[in-house]
């Protein structure tokens, strides 16, 4: 299974970016799909993520109002729509997946991080 993301770049504060990550490879199910980021210096922390069957979102309180999570089922995308960016929302951004696989023993997938930077 791989996750690939795609989306970051450089945004003025109060702008938008819309990140994107697609899973593929021998997927039986999804369970959920999600995204953590990881400023300079600070730990990785969760952003929010989306169950995959009922479509349950959870957002970090940093983000809430701001950000929202929705899912392509049928191409088994998970989008990140950021909105009102803020220069603390600068960070590398992680796609994660709880997946099961046909022919693989893990469920927890990471996609390459994609930066996101929000100038002031």
């Known amino acids: 299974v791989q996750l690939q993301a795609s989306g970051g770049g450089l945004v003025q504060a109060g702008g938008s970016l819309r990140l994107s990550c697609a899973a593929s490879g021998s997927i039986f199910s999804i369970v959920a799909m999600g995204w953590y980021r990881q400023a300079p210096g600070k730990q990785r922390e969760l952003v929010g993520y989306?169950?995959?069957?009922?479509?349950?979102?959870n957002y970090a309180d940093s983000v809430k109002g701001r950000f929202t999570i929705s899912r392509d089922n049928t191409k088994n995308t998970v989008y990140l729509q950021m909105n009102n960016l803020k220069p603390e929302d600068t960070a590398v951004y992680y796609c994660?997946?709880?997946?099961?696989?046909?022919?693989?023993?893990?469920?927890?997938?990471w996609g390459k991080g994609t930066q996101v930077t929000v100038s002031s």
């Open positions: 994660n997946g709880e997946i099961y696989s046909h022919s693989e023993d893990g469920t927890h997938y």
């Open positions: 989306i169950t995959f069957s009922g479509g349950s979102k």
